[in-house]
């Protein structure tokens, strides 16, 4: 409940920058280098805009991002970056690949939830919005990343310091992925240790700051049992009655809970069976459980073994014939954390958040970002300019109007961080 409350209080709160930071915000915002870099964004929209439609009609879901990685890989090297994909898929590029400085990183992720069939599902709407799943999640961090390195290239917008930039497409954010891509470069990455901040960019928009990591837990139930004919097997138990009442049972519990911190709990998909008229031998659902307290999670988790097993005992008692058999398996966890408020990286965001006239909510969400939070590192998620909604859909819809604003507030906090790292 404590975090729940601190995200809140802290949200209510106007910036109130570091005076030193602030100035360090508004030299790097005059610069000569910072100008020509955010003259070079101005002058290539119409590319970076290509760039994000052409990466978004590359397929990636989860598990599957290889092309996209390898296609994402390619660019940043004509960028000239020195750009190869890990041993977990990741695509991590270096600014000084013989420097052994403390790096910043900022991140995108490759994968999306939904992949388009054919690059027709890739368009661009009369209006200009562009249309089709992944186009804001994560096209719009991806094409970020790529308008980013190749700005930073061509008019390093801030001087070169023993610290430099690591930029990286990471797999594995989205369904069960289970962050696989950012917990290696966290924890086994060659690179780990010298990673001092993280800036994760995920979909658009300038309107948020996710620094408190949202934990969840994802499992597997998986009901067995003999099967056979509706008719002259019946009285076998039936594993898709016995799921069903896993569901009832458990959902109910949930609303029955005493006030608790803000939860949530969704059975995303429910499987089973061949025939109307075959008792079925198998069903199984997923089930996402997700709280601002992680103690609230266990006590999820505890019931749905409570669930479970009055459902199976209740089925099995009914059986005539053969019974059924349960397996429960987690199949991903997502730790949570939060940013101090007086992280340099978060005094460096509102900073610049005041300089650019932003004003950002702090939020509490399940990113990236949730590993090094997790870690105790420093790190947030936000967007990389534009709008867009519909995530996860077919209807997915991206304006890239203003993202120039987006990826300003990138570069003048990644200068910022550069300068902290150096210290």
């Not at 690179?191 to 001092?196: E, F, P, T, V």
């Not at 900073?351 to 590993?371: E, M, P, W, Y």
Request: glycine share 10%; with cysteine.
């Amino acid at each position: 409940m404590a975090a729940t409350v601190d995200i809140a209080r802290r949200a209510g709160l106007a910036a109130k920058p570091d005076a030193k930071i602030q100035r360090a915000v508004a030299g790097h915002a005059s610069s000569r280098a910072m100008r020509d870099c955010l003259g070079w964004i101005y002058r290539h929209r119409s590319w970076i805009n290509e760039q994000q439609l052409e990466l978004c009609r590359i397929p990636a879901p989860t598990f599957l991002e290889e092309k996209r990685a390898e296609w994402i890989a390619a660019q940043l090297r004509s960028a000239g970056w020195d750009a190869r994909i890990d041993r977990a898929g990741n695509v991590v590029a270096l600014e000084h690949p013989a420097s052994e400085g403390p790096l910043v990183a900022i991140t995108a992720h490759l994968d999306t939830v939904l992949a388009p069939r054919r690059p027709e599902d890739i368009r661009i709407d009369g209006d200009g919005r562009f249309r089709g799943p992944g186009v804001a999640d994560n096209g719009a961090g991806l094409a970020g990343l790529l308008a980013v390195a190749a700005s930073w290239k061509k008019n390093r917008p801030t001087a070169a310091g023993p610290a430099s930039l690591l930029l990286v497409a990471n797999v594995c954010e989205e369904g069960e992925g289970n962050l696989s891509g950012m917990r290696y470069l966290c924890r086994q990455s060659p690179l780990a240790g010298r990673i001092r901040s993280f800036l994760v960019l995920d979909g658009p928009s300038t309107d948020h700051i996710t620094c408190q990591a949202l934990a969840s837990r994802r499992f597997e139930i998986v009901v067995s049992g003999p099967g056979g004919h509706s008719w002259s097997d019946q009285g076998n138990g039936n594993p898709v009655h016995a799921l069903g009442r896993v569901i009832h049972y458990f959902s109910e519990g949930q609303y029955e809970a005493l006030p608790a911190p803000r939860s949530s709990f969704n059975f995303g998909t429910v499987e089973g069976g061949v025939s109307v008229n075959s008792i079925p031998s198998e069903a199984r659902a997923k089930l996402d459980v997700r709280s601002e307290d992680p103690e609230r999670i266990d006590s999820m988790a505890r019931c749905l073994t409570l669930a479970v097993d009055r459902a199976i005992d209740l089925e099995n008692d009914r059986a005539t014939g053969g019974k059924v058999a349960v397996k429960v398996r987690e199949i991903g966890s997502r730790p949570g954390g939060i940013l101090a408020e007086e992280s340099t990286l978060l005094r460096s965001l509102r900073a610049v958040d005041a300089h650019l006239g932003i004003r950002a909510q702090l939020d509490c969400a399940s990113t990236d970002a949730n590993i090094p939070l997790s870690m105790g590192l420093e790190a947030v998620s936000i967007g990389a300019g534009g709008q867009g909604a519909g995530a996860h859909t077919t209807e997915e819809w991206f304006d890239p109007d203003k993202r120039e604003f987006g990826l300003q507030r990138i570069l003048l906090t990644a200068c910022l961080l550069l300068d902290a790292a150096a210290v």
